[in-house]
């Protein structure tokens, strides 16, 4: 890349494009001097008869959707391409296919009209969130990010300087929420139907078991055995036991599973002596875990940010706002950059 974008047109504004297909939802988004101006989300319906994403599915999807999302979000921004300072782009982690989609397009569009490429990992995106509206989070904060893929309890000094501190050691609290809902028949994606129902029912109606790990790491693959024990047991003595307490069963488990999340946040921050607490991913629209954050802010002195829900699940302007800090530090990317599934930040 040459170095004119630094004094070509409208020098005084970094405009970036920013694209996210990590999973099912094909977004892109355009950010100037640090301002969402657009943020267009195309939403993949055809995983739910499957209960679950398809990869192939999902790629291809990506194809069809990436074009026309991407001149919906220039023509709502009021932006050309010529204008454009950058192009950002989804590296990983997430689906190979879904990724190399997006990666692909952001790259030909990147060497098209020579300006330089982005990288950002979808996982930091999620907590940069936060940066997009007011109010904002103060360093240093802790972020409680979790999502279908992750849960991790991050320590972030700057907006590219981020420590892992626990995490888990199998599955995501959000793959545990569409594993459950799944056994009891609730539709896909699992967590937002598991919410819903749980608002009708009693969360001290049934106990479920506590898992131990070591310092701030977590392990749900526990406690999703521990249910499909319940369930058997409780089925065997009464076969129509889920149609009869089906909203007190998603009450109490999702119970269990937010104190599970929440009691490594405050040891967390125990240990750190952090009050400065923020949430993000896609389990953080949770209408539960938001409510029951916020009423432990009071007892426990916490700060408390919670994004606004199109920040939630996978978006774009995420990916544009990590993207606008790694411009600041000139942190492109080359041309052979590929795509990682796995891609991960250290502890």
Not at 37 to 62: C, D, F, M
Not at 187 to 202: E, K, S, V
């Amino acid at each position: 890349m040459n170095s004119s974008v630094f004094s070509n047109n409208d020098k005084e504004l970094i405009n970036i494009l920013a694209i996210e297909s990590s999973c099912d939802e094909t977004s892109a988004s355009i950010i100037s001097n640090g301002k969402i101006l657009s943020n267009i989300i195309a939403t993949q319906s055809v995983h739910q008869k499957y209960g679950g994403v398809v990869p192939e599915l999902a790629s291809r999807a990506h194809q069809q959707n990436v074009v026309p999302v991407v001149h919906q979000a220039l023509s709502e921004a009021n932006i050309t391409k010529t204008m454009l300072s950058a192009v950002a782009f989804t590296q990983g982690p997430g689906l190979l296919g879904a990724l190399l989609v997006g990666a692909s397009f952001a790259k030909s569009l990147a060497y098209g009209l020579d300006i330089p490429l982005i990288s950002v990992n979808h996982m930091q995106a999620h907590i940069l969130a936060h940066f997009i509206d007011d109010p904002k989070p103060a360093f240093p904060f802790l972020c409680l990010t979790v999502s279908g893929g992750h849960t991790q309890i991050v320590k972030v000094t700057d907006y590219l300087e981020m420590e892992i501190l626990g995490e888990t050691q199998d599955d995501a609290v959000g793959e545990a929420f569409d594993k459950i809902a799944k056994v009891l028949g609730l539709p896909y994606p699992g967590g937002p139907a598991i919410d819903h129902m749980a608002q009708q029912g009693n969360p001290a109606r049934f106990a479920f078991p506590d898992t131990v790990m070591p310092a701030l790491d977590y392990s749900f693959s526990g406690i999703k055995t521990a249910f499909l024990n319940f369930l058997q047991r409780e089925k065997s003595k009464d076969p129509d036991f889920v149609a009869q307490h089906l909203p007190d069963i998603c009450a109490s488990i999702q119970h269990k599973l937010i104190e599970m999340l929440l009691e490594k946040l405050r040891q967390a921050s125990e240990t750190t002596g952090i009050r400065e607490i923020a949430i993000a991913g896609g389990v953080s629209a949770n209408s539960a875990l938001r409510k029951t954050l916020s009423e432990r802010a009071e007892t426990l002195r916490w700060k408390v940010y919670i994004p606004p829900l199109v920040y939630c699940t996978d978006n774009a302007a995420m990916i544009a706002m990590a993207a606008h800090y790694k411009y600041l530090k000139a942190d492109f990317e080359s041309l052979q950059a590929s795509p990682d599934p796995r891609l991960h930040f250290g502890r």
